[in-house]
């Protein structure tokens, strides 16, 4: 469940050689030397490192120094175990766990009273159809009365990462992204590519700056665990809402029904001026113009009064998440 982390602890050392002895053991060569800053930036991938960036501050005056670790520990578990970084496989608390005393073991460091600055609970979702076509459906998920809606990401690839708005400030944003586009977009050899799964869902929170102090050790607590799991499948199997869709009635056309769509999409104004430039585009006739335009109120009167459902796709995804959430 978990991933990228963001660890901060006071400077554990006891002595000049053991300080010396972490530098050198995690390649920590690249420093600011006014502001006595070690850290492995693009180093992370080493294979001592497991993908675990360390930023270490030496301590001036009276005062101690202190290390910042930035990591995923899923694919960290997975370095430990197959040599290689990835996280596109399950991943549940137990195995966090047991990557929390791998984790330990490999840094020789208690991380017991490290703080979490950052961290992320998600899964991953196999699905039938390629993620996109699920992403389109999720319209908003609603917390405390609040609506947050669902929102397609313009700074990345079309389709390719929804969320809840990420703007600077958000402490909680709820994503949803093509995990298999992600993780092939990453690697350079084609055979590894092909490793990664297909239609592959990811689904998580990302909490940033927690609102109360976490201490490491606390992630690993049962109880905790267990609360996050009932937190986690709360909001995405009770808050998450899908965009519905009317059910179709005997008596209505087909065109009533596609009418119907765009007023609810667009509204009356912009659905008249969709038809008029499909008209002047000569995409439909004049008298289909006409027909839309004549028959929008009728339709909007009538079809109001329509049952709703949210669509297959929607359904599956819903299905899978309170399968694997159970």
């Known amino acids: 469940m978990y991933d990228n982390l963001r660890l901060m602890m006071s400077e554990p050392f006891r002595s000049e050689a053991e300080r010396e002895g972490f530098i050198s053991r995690f390649a920590l060569f690249v420093k600011d030397e006014k502001k006595g800053i070690y850290h492995n930036k693009g180093y992370e991938t080493l294979s001592q490192n497991k993908g675990i960036y360390i930023r270490f501050e030496v301590g001036t005056g009276l005062g101690r120094g202190r290390i910042v670790l930035c990591f995923s520990l899923h694919k960290f578990y997975n370095a430990m175990r197959t040599g290689r970084l990835f996280n596109y496989n399950r991943f549940g608390f137990d195995e966090a766990t047991e990557a929390s005393r791998m984790l330990c073991g490999l840094l020789g460091l208690d991380l017991s009273e490290a703080v979490v600055k950052k961290y992320e609970i998600g899964i991953n979702v196999h699905t039938e159809k390629p993620p996109e076509t699920y992403m389109r459906e999720l319209d908003f998920i609603g917390i405390k009365g609040r609506q947050y809606r669902i929102i397609e990401d313009r700074k990345h690839k079309e389709y390719k990462l929804y ?153 599956f995804l819903l299905d899978q998440m309170r399968r694997i959430l159970s």
């Open 163 to 315: 969320g809840t708005h990420s703007e600077k400030g958000k402490r909680i944003v709820y994503l949803f992204y093509d995990k298999t586009y992600e993780a092939r977009s990453k690697l350079k050899d084609e055979t590894r590519r092909l490793e990664v799964p297909e239609n592959i869902l990811r689904v998580e929170i990302d909490v940033q700056r927690p609102t109360e102090k976490i201490l490491f050790s606390r992630l690993f607590d049962p109880v905790y665990q267990s609360m996050l799991k009932r937190e986690f499948r709360q909001r995405f199997t009770c808050d998450l809402h899908y965009k519905e869709l009317p059910v179709k009635l005997t008596g209505l056309t087909g065109k009533q029904m596609e009418v119907y769509r765009y007023l609810c999409e667009m509204g009356e104004t912009d659905t008249i001026e969709y038809y008029r430039s499909l008209w002047k585009r000569k995409f439909i006739s004049r008298d289909q113009y006409r027909y839309a335009v004549s028959t929008l109120a009728t339709i909007q009167q009538r079809i109001l009064k329509l049952p709703v459902s949210i669509s297959p796709e929607a359904t």
